[in-house]
């Protein structure tokens, strides 16, 4: 309801600052998911049921990051939305950094321990598995290298000590100092993030129908009850100013 009690007057303007919500993208890509697992998952066939229960278990899970939205209202946790948000931005010129770092120690080392492998869809993932995991602790590698003392157990020894003092010690560190940073930047203002959070909040609710669905219909049919009313010159002047009372709400707008 908000896209048609939108200031901007052009169908553009409208569209544009509707997607400027990310909540908005959220809710229309939680809706679109739900709509085609529901069309699959009637679909007699054994291939578009599994398809429609891994698309409803992705739904579910951004379903539930949507209620992070009613986090904003509390004043000890709307700020730390802004910093999880800020710190995502951090992790992702992180996670460029350690890409790096994984191809270059996780393809050879493959190679080295489990040589010649025809391609498979799920050669990637086993790559991934020998670089990544190493990070948290779970030295895997030095098991399969064990008990090779040839150039190749060597070489791989070598490459798994240089990329566990890289990754494990110089990167970590470096991702917890970004954080650090990060949160002592907005802890300093946290009042002010959390009452510019429940204004926005406020004007956001006051555009939307009082009525939750599916009683939202009964919410409409008022609107434009008001909306007819203001229009005929003979209509009570209350009914006047309850529709102006209407559109000054929904001027409200960060």
């Not at 930047?185 to 555009?207: A, G, H, P, S």
Request: net charge positive; hydrophobic share 50%.
């Amino acid at each position: 309801m908000s896209f048609f009690t939108n200031e901007a007057r052009t169908y553009q303007g409208k569209v544009r600052s509707y997607f400027v919500n990310v909540w908005n993208v959220v809710d229309i890509v939680a809706i679109a998911l739900f709509f085609i697992a529901f069309i699959l998952r009637i679909l007699p066939n054994e291939d578009c049921f599994c398809t429609a229960k891994i698309i409803l278990a992705l739904d579910l899970s951004i379903w539930y990051m949507r209620t992070l939205d009613i986090f904003f209202a509390v004043p000890k946790l709307g700020p730390k939305l802004v910093m999880i948000a800020e710190m995502i931005h951090d992790l992702k010129f992180f996670v460029l950094m350690l890409t790096v770092f994984m191809f270059a120690f996780g393809v050879p080392a493959y190679a080295l321990i489990h040589g010649v492998e025809s391609f498979t869809w799920h050669l990637p993932r086993k790559v991934f598995n020998v670089a990544y995991w190493q990070i948290f602790g779970e030295v895997t590698v030095l098991d399969l290298i064990e008990d090779s003392y040839g150039p190749p157990g060597y070489l791989t020894y070598f490459l798994l000590v240089c990329y566990m003092a890289i990754a494990a010690t110089l990167l970590v560190n470096l991702l917890i100092a970004m954080f650090s940073n990060t949160f002592n930047v907005y802890q300093e203002n946290t009042d002010y993030i959390w009452k510019y959070q429940r204004f926005n909040l406020v004007c956001e609710y006051l555009n939307r129908p009082s009525l939750p669905p599916p009683f939202i219909f009964f919410s409409h049919i008022w609107r434009l009850f008001l909306f007819l009313g203001s229009r005929v010159s003979k209509a009570p002047k209350c009914l006047k100013q309850m529709y102006r009372n209407h559109l000054q709400q929904s001027r409200f707008s960060m």
